[in-house]
């Protein structure tokens, strides 16, 4: 078969195998195509035609326009496909035989970077690489955004290093995660964690298992790329890592120590490397980082408490809390606030430094809109750094990067203004990188062509052989048009003309009827259906003259425009600073912003275990509401302290009501309230006070999950497990409805047992909202356990939520009262009035067994057979009664109790 191919599909071949894991996209003339599977994937994802090179129909074809390749490529990028791109690699004018090809770039969900890319996002291309043995065993995670050059790691140790690390990705949602071939991580999370890292055995915090989804996988996005494991060594992966940062030592990058996180971002370097990802001069930093810097939230959280992402794909970003933060004026304050959400502070001082900087600009409106407008204009400029390193920039991108440079000089003295502050710190140290923006404007002429090739994106002035190449080439075009005129009156022939194009040159056209008219000095060139083409002499020696004119003021152009890319690369860390800055600039505006449009107030963030707020307001719904305009949300307050002694207030709140009361609201309200603080943003209250939290935790039970159709208790059940495991007395819990997938009586103990042990054990501030309305016992004994309920209002038309929290347990036959107004029958209505009694009457009985302390007297007297014995007695005519009969009763009262039997 092989001899049988044809040499374009020999050299096709070969390029395919070099990349047999990638759709290989090969370049003939104006088109890609695709060959065999590829081809048959290709059209079934893009919906081609499947057509066929050869006339037997054995080898499947397909393709995509060049020009139009974008649009497909980002598809099968978001599906998951790596792409292998063999492009021409010569002019198949001047080519002598067959052109030559190469695969240029290979291109990954991970490192596809396009101008399509969502601005507010970055995209994520991670890695994880375990290193070490036994008791030194850690999981580093590393993760670069390519179309930024952000580039960062961090590392997990421990029992829980796998569980952390996976969260971690998880967390991040990466479009690509690289691993180690044969470490297993692909397959199963199972594998990973007993095949490659084994849970220390006396370590003390060793979690059950890492947060897992529905089959056992933890819940990673994105695609999942094997690479060499000799990639993932040490002795490989830390040098390449040094070579590329140009640095001798990683230390200085917070690296010390930290192996594990290091051979994970040197895979990445071999990843970029061995992918053809472009030149990654901007690719010189890297940052380790702490989760322990932040306030942690794990990926189940962020989830729940939708921060970044609606819980249900089908709903709009309005439910997320970035898309209601969201004010920002640029691409880089749109990602920092993203990231910020996801890793709020933890620092008191800075903290306050950032609520004292929105304070000011909240309060002073001239100054505040003169900042934001600056900012007007601004593009993406770590974006378009990448780009231009990533040499995807073309001379327009490089000019729009100029023309948001020009506007940073504004853009400080708008800073300055505040004139205190960190306001006054982002204005001193502020780079306007004028020098930058000057070498652009002083070689890109104001509107240059898309494409270098077309030439004339270069200035006048910049090279004095490009100027006299150009100038020749126009008198060139000057004296074609010459010829035109003249040789038209020479035949007489008013139609004449002169024509270019790319495979005959410069040529005279002269249509079929008037060729007799043609002179000998013509020399035919080429015969059409209408007209007949010709040259001469004087002809060819111009076209020579103009053609090498432009061939070798295109070489100039190109030179001087890598020059320019170069002396900007090597200002890359600047570039990214200024952006940086700028990102900051864009979020405290935006907090400022948001702070005096909405009437929000500053919160009061301290040391202590408080977390207090009055005329609280949920910022998502409240502002959802607003917008369908379906009312106002009612305000509400809370008070926790989770102080030694508890001398303050309750720890932990249990909170009781109907369905649809607000339960739910109310727990996410304090989880986000907390995190708007801590990331230096006014909040909807009247008042807040925070003791700083170190973890926030959300776990909503089962039914309230049971749209996203998972196998929901054993997954709450880890949840809740690595909650009571790795909690502290800093931490913020929010269990929503606990325990709700399993029988009553497990869910009940479960939760009553979780209740006991987050109160006497964890002490952290908890909000703990139930349908057991046992659970409300528990406050005769539990000192820091406090009830409040939602409320309700019962009218005429119907019940109508208050969606107020008050002090107290929440009436628990609600639900019949519910079901009356809602107009089940009224028979109904009664046998579950009935039923209910005895169900109650027997579980309170149960529930007080579990609390030492209450009466043991009543106990007894509740069990069912009692009942029956306190139901004779009800029913005993006491006048009626002798004394001798009394007393037989009494004794045969005494005889069941003590016989047990009626
Ligand atoms: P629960 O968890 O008690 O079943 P939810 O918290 O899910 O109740 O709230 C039910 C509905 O009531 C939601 O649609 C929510 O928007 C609305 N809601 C909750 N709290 C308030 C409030 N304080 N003011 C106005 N509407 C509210
Ligand atoms: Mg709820």
């Known amino acids: 078969m092989e001899s049988g191919l044809t040499p374009v599909m020999r050299q096709y071949r070969a390029a395919k195998d070099a990349h047999p894991d990638a759709l290989l996209f090969f370049r003939l003339g104006d088109f890609y195509e695709l060959f065999y599977d590829d081809a048959i994937i290709a059209a079934r994802e893009l919906q081609l035609t499947l057509t066929s090179r050869d006339k037997t129909k054995s080898v499947p074809m397909c393709g995509v326009p060049y020009h139009a390749a974008g649009g497909y490529l980002q ?78 790691a961090t590392e997990f140790a421990g029992g829980t290093a796998w569980a952390l690390a996976l969260d971690e990705l998880a967390r991040m949602r990466p479009a690509e995660v690289l691993f180690a071939r044969g470490s297993g991580f692909g397959a199963t999370t199972q594998s990973v964690r007993q095949g490659v890292l084994s849970p220390a055995q006396d370590d003390t915090t060793v979690m ?26 040490e002795e490989y992966a830390i040098p390449l890592l040094r070579q590329q940062l140009k640095v001798h030592s990683l230390d200085g990058m917070g690296m010390a120590g930290h192996v594990a996180a290091g051979v994970a971002a040197g895979a990445i370097v071999h990843y970029l490397r061995a992918t053809k990802q472009g030149a990654l001069e901007h690719l010189d930093a890297l940052r380790y980082y702490e989760r322990s810097d932040c306030l942690e939230l794990d ?54 430094a950032r609520l004292d900087a929105v304070g000011l600009a909240a309060a002073d409106l001239r100054r505040r809109e003169g900042v934001r407008r600056a900012m007007d204009g601004v593009l993406d400029l770590e974006r378009l750094l990448g780009r231009v390193a990533m040499e995807t920039a073309g001379p327009r991108e490089v000019v729009s990067l100029g ?38 404007a002083r070689t ?84 059409l259906v209408n ?110 302290c989770a102080s030694e002694d508890g001398s303050e207030g309750p720890s932990l709140l249990l909170i009781t009501g109907p369905n649809m009361g607000g339960k739910s609201t109310y727990l996410r309200q304090a989880a986000l309230l907390t995190i708007m603080a801590q990331c230096g943003c006014f909040v909807p209250a009247e008042r807040m006070r925070l003791g700083l939290v170190d973890r926030i935790y959300t776990r909503i039970g089962a039914s309230d999950n049971v749209a996203r159709g998972r196998s929901t208790f054993m997954v709450e059940m880890t949840e809740t497990a690595a909650i ?21 009586y497990d869910g009940l103990s479960l939760a009553w047992a979780t209740v006991e042990h987050l109160h006497d054990t964890v002490g952290a501030r908890t909000l703990f909202a139930t349908h057991y309305h046992e659970l409300t016992l528990l406050a005769e004994r539990l000192l820091r356990l406090k009830n409040v309920r939602v409320t309700v209002k019962e009218s005429a038309g119907g019940i109508v939520f208050l969606h107020t929290v008050e002090a107290g347990a929440a009436n628990k036959s609600y639900g019949i009262e519910v079901a009356r107004l809602a107009g089940l029958p009224q028979a109904v209505i009664e046998r579950a009035r009935e039923v209910l009694k005895v169900h109650e009457r027997a579980e309170s009985q149960q529930v007080r067994e579990a609390v030492p302390d209450a009466a043991k007297v009543q106990m007894t007297m509740f069990t069912p057979l009692s009942q029956k014995i306190v139901d004779r007695i009800e029913a005993v005519d006491v006048d009626g009664l002798t004394p001798r009969e009394a007393l037989a009763l009494l004794a045969e009262l005494q005889r069941e109790l003590k016989g047990g039997g009626a």
């Open 299 to 352: 990926a189940v959280s962020v989830r729940n408490l939708e921060l970044v992402e609606p819980l249900f794909s089908s709903e709009g970003p309005q439910t997320t809390l970035f898309w209601t933060l969201d004010a920002c004026c640029t691409p880089m304050g749109k990602r920092t606030l993203r990231a910020q959400l996801l890793r709020p502070m933890q620092s008191l001082t800075d903290i306050d």
């Open 75 to 152: 598809r099968l990028l978001r599906k998951g496909y790596r792409v292998a791109l063999c492009e021409q690699m010569e002019d198949p004018k001047t080519a002598k035989t067959i052109v030559r090809r190469e695969v240029t770039r290979v291109l990954t969900p991970g490192t596809a970077v396009d101008a399509a890319l969502e601005a507010s996002q970055s995209q994520w291309l991670a890695s994880v690489a375990a290193a070490g043995k036994d008791a030194t065993a850690s999981v580093g995670v590393a993760a670069i955004d390519l179309s930024t050059g952000e580039f960062r």
């Open 531 to 640: 007209a007949e083409r010709f040259t001469t002499s004087e002809l060819k020696e111009l076209e020579t003259k103009i053609l090498t004119a432009q061939e070798r003021s295109g070489e100039i152009e190109r030179r001087i425009f890598a020059d320019l890319r170069r002396q900007l690369l090597t200002q890359a860390a600047r570039v990214r600073e200024t952006s940086r800055q700028i990102a900051e600039i864009d979020l405290l505006g935006n907090f400022a912003h948001l702070a005096a449009l909405r009437g929000w107030v500053r919160p009061s963030v301290d040391a202590s275990g408080v977390l207090e707020f009055i005329g609280a307001r949920h910022p998502v719904v409240e502002r959802r509401l607003e917008e369908q305009g379906a009312g106002r949300f009612v305000p509400n307050s809370l008070s926790l």
């Open 724 to 744: 009571l495991n790795t909690a502290t007395a800093r931490s913020l819990i929010l269990l929503d409805e606990m325990g709700r997938g399993t029988a009553t």
């Open 403 to 440: 023309a948001t440079l020009a506007r940073l000089p504004g853009l400080r003295s708008a800073v300055a203004e505040f004139a205190s502050g960190r306001w006054d710190e982002l204005a001193k140290s502020f780079d306007t990188l004028d020098d930058l923006q000057e070498m652009i």
């Open 208 to 233: 059950s298992g890492p947060p897992v989804g529905e089959d056992g996988a933890p819940e990673l996005s994105g695609a999942r790329t094997e690479v060499e494991e000799w990639a993932f060594t």
């Open 444 to 527: 890109l002429v104001d509107e240059p062509p898309v494409a270098l090739s077309d030439g004339g994106a270069i200035r006048e002035g910049i090279d004095a052989e490009l100027d006299d190449l150009r100038g020749l080439s126009s008198s060139g075009r000057q004296r074609i048009a010459a010829i035109e005129e003249r040789e038209r009156e020479r035949t007489g022939i008013a139609s004449l003309k002169v024509r270019f194009n790319s495979v005959f040159g410069y040529y005279l056209e002269v249509t079929k009827a008037n060729a007799k008219a043609v002179p000998a000095d013509y020399e035919r060139k080429q015969t």
